[in-house]
């Protein structure tokens, strides 16, 4: 007999279609749900990735904007050291220049006595080795006690500032005018000797040259950080007779240059040419320690000059001083610059959080309706989904539609905050660049005259430098130089003085109209002659020295307004010029021969 068959149902293999349905429906639901996580990790991942690099670039700029200024100030200041070392060095070579009156009316001064009144400015001699005697240096003595007119007002004006002020000459004298002589005073007929023919200030300033910066050290008397500026000075043969010196107290410039408000962690300090660390905070730590910074990474800084240095935990911007030769350094740890992400990154976190917990709930419901009802529930999540896709696609003016207000209705809710927030995150960064674009303007341009100023013209120096190395240039500099702004100042006040300085600015632009025009001191200006004024350079020096000629002589003027100023000019040669800086002295040195040739005919 064939084997009958059942019509009756299993029971042990039967699945209900309603079962089938609700797991159909709750492997949907999975789906979505995962697809919706995996999208919004990705916009998040995306987006904070996003906001992170543009937050790091943008402020790696503002706070190398920031550093760059500070080492210009500090610059500018180690400037006016500059200044006081090349009167004081004029000075004593205009008394060698009147030696014989000079030692006449010059009196004897003493070593530092018992009755050297202390705090008080005394002028004081040692002797290089015991072996000199007054009788030696009578004439060297007199001639240095003149020095007390010179140095006098420099150190009381700078007082705090300047420690002492003194000049060690080739015949073994030491002259010295401080406050602090009382301290290293000797009795009877004992001499006050100190050999300073081996001093890093002596030996560098008989080599001749410009003023000098020594390296930043610790007074040993306790009077803070210091750095010694000085430069020779000779006779009127020529012949170096010795350096002149001054000791500055810098401890309120250089914490003034450190100082940093850029946020909790931040650290600022200075490196000398050696890749070595200026900083008296640094105690008993290693460079590495207090830096994070490895000895050759430091030296890179140096080598390097300007740019910026990033780490996985922080970012350094440095900058040279130029002056001195330090390189400015500020690390800046990424916290700071990241906290509105994490903010934001924290934000979406919390909304997928919600929309997976909302989820959970809605597959439990699911699994108690039918398929339409299931349909109108995924509906939403699938509109929320390509709401995201758009936004994570870079759609920021997309808004999430809340479908229906329910939870979903709160997670689109919760996305349009979250993206209302970056888009405030992402405007605060435009306008932190605009900002920055500001200052940059600002530190570029000259309060007075509106020309560009010299940290301007020394960027512009050095591209000039780099553009000729790869290419064959024509260019040259124009130099100018405002005639008796002293005596305009002492006589008619400095109000007046900024009139003549504007009056001549305007006559040189209105002259070079094709070149850009910097002024580069209180009285100079330079002209980078390119195109058109380069082609007619010789003409238009001619118009110009015509032009203030017309000016000084027109009596129909203001004293003030009748301006005065010498020019010179020189163009590149490829022949003799290794750099731009060589075309300027020259152009520097025919400015000075022209100015000697107007007062040989004015006076």
């Not at 000049?167 to 005018?177: C, F, N, P, Q, R």
């Not at 020295?545 to 203001?558: C, F, G, I, P, Q």
């Amino acid at each position: 007999m064939p084997e009958e068959t059942s019509d009756a149902p299993d029971k042990a293999g039967r699945v209900s279609v309603k079962t089938r349905l609700r797991n159909i429906l709750l492997a949907i639901s999975i789906t979505g749900i995962a697809v919706i996580g995996i999208m919004s990790t990705l916009a998040m991942s995306r987006i904070q990735s996003e906001a992170e690099a543009a937050l790091m670039t943008q402020a790696g700029k503002n706070i190398h904007g920031i550093v760059k200024q500070k080492a210009a100030a500090t610059n500018e200041k180690l400037a006016n050291f500059k200044k006081h070392i090349e009167f004081l060095t004029d000075y004593i070579e205009s008394l060698y220049a009147n030696y014989d009156v000079m030692v006449a009316q010059g009196s004897l001064f003493d070593f530092p006595r018992a009755t050297t009144p202390k705090g008080a400015y005394s002028l004081t001699a040692a002797f290089a080795n015991k072996d000199l005697t007054f009788e030696q240096l009578d004439s060297d003595i007199r001639l240095f006690s003149n020095l007390q007119m010179a140095w006098e007002p420099i150190a009381k004006g700078n007082e705090g500032l300047i420690t002492t002020v003194y000049a060690g000459t080739t015949s073994g004298l030491l002259t010295s005018y401080d406050i602090y002589a009382h301290e290293a005073a000797v009795s009877g007929d004992e001499k006050f000797l100190y050999d300073y023919t081996g001093a890093e200030w002596y030996r560098t300033g008989l080599k001749g040259g410009d003023v000098f910066f020594t390296s930043l050290y610790v007074d040993s008397q306790g009077r803070g950080l210091t750095i010694t500026v000085g430069k020779g000075f000779k006779d009127k043969n020529g012949v170096v007779r010795g350096v002149d010196c001054a000791d500055f107290d810098i401890t309120g410039l250089y914490n003034e240059m450190i100082q940093t408000d850029a946020g909790e962690g931040t650290l600022s300090f200075a490196i000398d040419t050696r890749g070595q660390i200026i900083s008296p905070d640094m105690g008993s730590m290693t460079p590495e320690q207090y830096t994070g910074l490895k000895a050759s990474e430091l030296l890179a800084m140096v080598e390097n000059k300007d740019g910026i240095m990033e780490r996985s935990d922080a970012f350094y911007v440095y900058t040279p001083i130029e002056k001195v030769g330090w390189t400015l350094c500020t690390r800046v740890p990424r916290a700071i610059i990241l906290d509105n992400v994490q903010e934001v990154s924290r934000t979406i976190r919390i909304s997928i959080y919600a929309a997976v917990l909302i989820a959970v709930l809605l597959i439990i419901v699911i699994l108690f309706v039918s398929g339409k009802l299931a349909e109108t529930i995924t509906h939403p999540i699938r509109l929320l989904e390509e709401d995201m896709e758009m936004i994570a696609g870079g759609d920021l003016e997309h808004k999430a539609v809340r479908y229906r207000n329910d939870e979903i209705g709160d997670m689109a809710g919760r996305l349009n905050e979250m993206v209302a927030r970056l888009k405030a995150t992402l405007t605060e960064l435009k306008d932190s660049q605009e900002h920055a674009a500001e200052m940059s303007e600002l530190a570029t341009t000259d309060a007075l005259t509106g020309v560009r100023n010299k940290t301007a013209y020394d960027a512009y120096l050095k591209k000039l430098d780099w553009e000729f190395a790869n290419n064959k240039l024509e260019f040259g500099f124009a130099m100018v130089d405002l005639n008796y702004l002293k005596r305009i100042n002492d006589t008619f006040g400095h109000e007046r003085g900024n009139v003549a300085i504007r009056k001549i600015c305007r006559i040189i632009c209105e002259t070079y109209v094709h070149s850009p025009v910097f002024r580069v001191g209180g009285d100079e200006f330079v002209v980078v002659l390119r195109g058109v004024d380069y082609e007619n350079r010789e003409s238009l020096a001619d118009a110009f020295a015509k032009r203030v000629d017309a000016e000084y002589t027109n009596e129909a003027l203001e004293p003030w307004e009748r301006v005065s100023a010498a020019i010179g000019y020189a163009v590149y040669d490829e022949k003799i010029d290794m750099s731009a800086q060589n075309v300027f002295h020259r152009a520097d040195n025919a400015m000075y021969e022209n100015k000697k040739a107007m007062r040989a005919t004015r006076e």
